[in-house]
């Protein structure tokens, strides 16, 4: 792990949770410093020359995504993405449970640079234990005159609610989020008109995700110089990574981006099970398409995880062993993101039942080797053609497993077969991996 | 395979009318009316926890969720009697509201056992065995996967992933994380719980890299 750190350096102090214990450590300097040196601009432009990229998946710009909220008198809205719910990711909740001040001052500095008047810390409803620390976190910010009011004396005010969803994939979708927060049905809305225009109650809304958040105070405390010496050129800070899946030390680890990814599986999660090899690794949570043991050596940041045909999202990596059949992953990533599919839009809807359907029919020997061409060719249909990119969250990844393991889905159906007694071992035509 | 047995997967697809939902509501009160207060009796604590949650927000309806919740925390699910108590006090349609819950994995609408247990079944859990563990929980309970123990005390989920993978397999004993779990942990719960234990109570508290000493498990 890197000796240097911004959001997990007190991470392990005990009664961090405790508003004494923060501020003794240093926290509220921040939101001190904002509201009471600095003015909106000069906050925006803190934050937009430190680099900061949304830690939600999308890796935007925090401050510039802050700066297009209109300036003015109109009604103004933060929300806080605390709604994690992407498989293997699980950095904001211990950022919530262990340190919720520092997202508590987060929030409310993103609020004075966007100039909104209420905030929200949108949590899944999952959370319950974080959403009460949270919650008593927020009590004792307005006890001290941090929200509320007036903040600081310094003419701002802003309310600050912790709202708790009740389990759904989707709400983590920021219009999804939007809408849920509104008392609906978590369904995505069609964009534009962007949140920052019109969103919560069609107002402008800022969103940003827990980790994003979390560190504004630091910039705002240490400048844009300082959070600039952390990491890339493009991806400047620290990025907490969430190593999960077959390895020994599954956890949360800070770490600077551009490191190699070998360092973060083998050297800070431990590596698979002695003797075994990594099949493949997702570097962005479920979402993201899988890479395989020839791109352990590439820079783990945003640009080479595109290159390599994948993506950073959320960074949460999920490693899976050469024992675990890739048919058995993509199945269960399929039945995940049919369960949690508004149904909105069709291609998601059908397409990731259709796309549960097929890999069922594979596993039970029901399928010819054209399924998989039919199969890749719904993923295909899937991308760019939903409000939301829920169906496109399955069909990267699936179309990727097809496109790297075609050999051992094919093999896998002939096995099947063969075991079904759809297919004798006399009529089995040797698979090209099989030859060789 | 019934004709719309494709709509399974989808999210709040319940199979049925609503007309059928509303067949057992004893106020024969119509979901597309807003029932008057004092019609329907509502808790006391109950309402001034919905007006609560009601105050909060720039617009009332932002409550639905958490006042949802709130009844389903009173009764144990969303009975038609729970959501027209909502109704009243939030002065929204029962329809609406049912519409809302039925889109949420965390609310009822139908009767569940009284001790919830969500058994995260996601990716990285199940690459650590947590189809076992959802097995075990079964065997300990009485109560199908998805389904509630024959004696009204177990609910068991296979969830889709809680975030806390760290710990994996894990499972979130009535809103109480716990893990990594094993077989054996089941009949601990199951058996802590069917004795009045407290939920936050049973198992050893293991949570983060942190806290459990960069556990090693070869």
């Not at chain 1, 508004?342 to 839009?345: A, I, N, Q, R, S």
């Given at each position: 792990m890197s000796d240097r750190g911004i959001l997990f350096t007190h991470i392990d102090e005990p009664g961090l949770q405790r508003l004494d214990v923060y501020e003794r450590l240093g926290g509220y300097r921040g939101l001190r410093k904002a509201l009471t040196a600095m003015s909106q601009d000069e906050v925006l432009k803190e934050l937009e020359a430190s680099g900061l990229r949304g830690r939600g998946g999308a890796g935007f710009s925090m401050g510039k995504k802050a700066s297009f909220l209109p300036h003015g008198g109109i009604e103004k809205y933060l929300c806080c993405?605390?709604?994690?719910?992407?498989?293997?990711?699980?950095k904001d909740r211990e950022l919530m449970h262990k340190h919720p001040h520092q997202l508590v001052e987060g929030v409310l500095i993103g609020a004075f640079a966007a100039g909104a008047s209420h905030a929200f810390i949108y949590i899944r409803g999952e959370y319950e234990e974080e959403a009460n620390i949270l919650d008593a976190a927020v009590s004792e910010a307005y006890e001290r005159g941090y929200?509320?009011?007036n903040i600081l004396g310094s003419g701002f005010s802003c309310s600050l609610v912790v709202h708790r969803g009740a389990g759904a994939y989707i709400c983590g979708e920021e219009t999804a989020l939007l809408d849920s927060l509104e008392g609906k049905r978590g369904n995505p809305r069609l964009k534009p008109p962007f949140p920052a225009n019109q969103g919560l109650y069609n107002g402008p809304t800022l969103i940003n995700n827990v980790e994003t958040l979390s560190n504004t105070p630091h910039i705002i405390v240490n400048g844009a110089d300082w959070f600039r010496s952390?990491?890339?050129?493009?991806?400047p800070g620290t990025k907490i990574v969430s190593v999960s899946g077959n390895v020994k030390r599954p956890g949360n680890y800070e770490i600077e981006l551009g490191i190699p990814a070998r360092d973060i599986i083998y050297g800070l999660a431990g590596g698979p099970h002695p003797g075994r090899r990594v099949k493949a690794w997702f570097p962005?949570?479920?979402?993201s398409p899988v890479l395989t043991e020839e791109h352990l050596d590439l820079p783990f940041d945003f640009e080479s995880m595109q290159q390599a045909g994948s993506m950073l999202g959320t960074a949460s990596i999920i490693v899976v062993d050469e024992n675990v059949p890739i048919v058995e992953v993509a199945l269960r990533l399929a039945e995940f993101y049919r369960h949690e599919s508004?149904?909105?839009?069709v291609p998601c809807r059908e397409g990731t039942n259709w796309t549960v359907k097929m890999l069922e029919r594979i596993d039970a020997g029901d399928a010819t080797p054209m399924d998989l061409d039919v199969m890749a060719s719904v993923q295909a249909n899937i991308i760019g053609n939903c409000l939301c990119v829920l169906g496109d969250s399955m069909a990267m990844p699936v179309g990727s497993m097809i496109k790297r393991f075609r050999p051992e889905f094919e093999a896998h159906m002939e096995r099947a077969r063969i075991a079904a007694g759809a297919l004798t071992e006399e009529l089995h035509v040797p698979l090209p991996s099989e030859v060789a | 395979m019934s004709k719309f047995d494709h709509l399974r997967g989808v999210p709040g697809s319940r199979n049925r009318l609503a007309a059928q939902v509303w067949e057992?509501?004893?106020?024969?009160?119509?979901?597309?009316e807003i029932p008057e207060l004092d019609e329907v009796g509502v808790p006391v604590e109950l309402r001034a926890t919905i007006e609560h949650h009601m105050s909060l927000y720039p617009d009332y309806r932002s409550a639905a969720l958490p006042a949802l919740r709130a009844a389903q925390h009173l009764h144990g699910w969303l009975s038609d009697e729970a959501i027209l108590q909502v109704a009243a006090v939030m002065r929204v349609t029962p329809a609406y509201l049912e519409s809302v819950a039925s889109f949420y994995d965390m609310l009822e609408l139908e009767p569940v056992g009284r001790h919830a247990i969500y058994v995260c079944t996601n990716l990285s859990c199940q690459l650590r065995g947590a189809h076992d563990v959802v097995e075990a929980f079964s065997g300990a309970t009485g109560a199908p996967v998805n389904g509630s123990s024959a004696d009204g005390q177990f609910y068991l989920r296979s969830f889709e992933c809680l975030g806390a993978c760290d710990t994996a397999p894990m499972a979130s004993i009535e809103g109480h994380y716990r893990g990594p779990l094993t077989k054996e942990d089941a009949t601990t719960v199951a058996d802590h719980l069917r004795a009045g234990g407290a939920p936050d109570e049973v198992l050893p508290e293991k949570r983060f890299v942190g806290d459990y000493g960069r556990r090693i498990d070869e």
């Open positions: 993405n605390a709604d994690e719910s992407e498989p293997g990711t699980f929200a509320g009011e952390f990491g890339t050129e493009k991806s962005g949570g479920s979402s508004c149904g909105k839009c | 057992g509501a004893k106020v024969g009160a119509p979901a597309a």
